[in-house]
């Protein structure tokens, strides 16, 4: 076994057993997602032109979307919390691989979250949601899915490795929040104005959402939208394997410098 890949599990291992040291967070973290399912369902279900239990089945993609997207604030987060603590200059005096400590908090976070997404599964299931898709559809969508989260969980690294601050990561954090609402997550983009449409369907959870949608056999692919909207599957990819690509990288290099 490769030095990185030992070093990875390891770095892995440890992050585990500090969300099992914190099970509370990791709960209430884990049903933010399923309260919104209910409050969304059942409130905007009846303000928008879809009946209630067509709502939710359009909601449920979203939400698992808006979660993958979380991986931006639990990321940096975490990130800067050890930062601040001194946690990254006692791993950087150990003789570890550089590129571990991201690595192994980015494959840590990938295991919480496939774990914990089964109870939004099945909360969505219990309130009307289906899955229409075949199974290598369906095995397409929740690898899109995990491969959305890790790349986020990558730009959270970075940008809490860049703060160093536990207080500037929870503002950061919190901003985020409003990523998903100028998506498609929640409601349909057909109607907005021109401008904030673009915006909307250029956001990446507007394509993920768009191919777990597809997917799930839940709604076809709109027509006239953009092209990360219009080819979501392959939309998905591009901006996931773009963000690895760009802030993977980033985070070892700001892991390793330690400034």
Partial sequence: ???????????????LRRVRNSPGLAVLTQLMPVNMLLFFGYVFGSALAMPGREYRAFLVPGLLAATAAGGLMTGMFQAAADTHRGVMDRFRSLPVSRAAVPLGQAVADLVVTAVGTVPLLLVGLAVGWRIEGSVPEVACAVGLLLLFRFACTCVGIHLGLLTRSEDAAGQLGAASFVLPLLSDAYIPTGNLPGWLRTIAEWNPISAVTTALRDLFGNAPVPRGAAWPVAHPVAGSLAWSLALIAVFLPLAVRRYRRGE
């Fill in 1 to 15: 076994m490769s030095a990185l890949a030992y070093d990875g599990l390891a770095m892995t291992g440890r992050q």
